[in-house]
């Protein structure tokens, strides 16, 4: 009876640790989102534009050398066609990175490619939304390979995928 009392307890406590997060406010507050609280901020700007950067921890021996993250810029933007020419800058910085692939692109303003940072293989998810005449864009970006394995790249895909339904 001990044993399975310890096993809820410690899965009641890894569940609690999971939906636990940080609460993040933009613009004004006209941008709001959560993040896992293992997350951890990096670099915070005000101002226009505005960006939070998040490192994802990879306790593998690989993220000693690379970093994991995920990046949120808000910019004020007039109207539509200077929120598509928002766009259309980033993705030719995007497109200007050394080894850049383009992938599938999931929509009109989701991107998915993969870049090398110092000589080793990136991949990278970028999504944009116009809101309140603000341009979003939501940057995921993580080494391709990892020996943190394939359950760490799924929790990152989806803490990435979780805060882009908050930003919809």
């Not at 009876?1 to 993040?24: E, I, K, P």
């Not at 766009?87 to 692939?101: D, N, P, R």
């Not at 303003?109 to 864009?137: L, M």
């Not at 390979?145 to 919809?168: H, N, R, V």
Request: glycine share 8%; aromatic share 12%.
């Amino acid at each position: 009876m001990s044993f399975f009392r310890n096993t809820v307890f410690v899965a009641a406590f890894v569940l609690a640790g999971a939906v636990q997060a940080t609460d993040v406010s933009m613009a004004g507050g006209s941008v709001s989102f959560s993040t896992p609280d293992q997350w951890v901020g990096i670099m915070e700007t005000q101002g226009d534009p505005e960006v939070r950067v998040f490192q994802v921890p990879d306790s593998s021996p690989t993220g000693s050398n690379s970093l994991a993250r995920v990046t949120v810029t808000v910019k004020q933007v007039a109207d539509v066609a200077a929120f598509q020419q928002y766009v259309s800058g980033a993705m030719s910085k995007a497109k200007s990175l050394t080894g850049y692939q383009a992938a599938t692109s999931q929509g009109a303003d989701n991107f998915v490619y993969t870049a090398q940072e110092n000589g080793a293989p990136y991949s990278y998810s970028e999504r944009y939304w116009f809101k309140d005449n603000h341009a979003i864009q939501l940057r995921c970006v993580r080494p391709s390979q990892s020996q943190a394995g394939a359950q760490w790249k799924a929790a990152f895909d989806k803490g990435c995928d979780a805060i882009a339904g908050q930003l919809k």
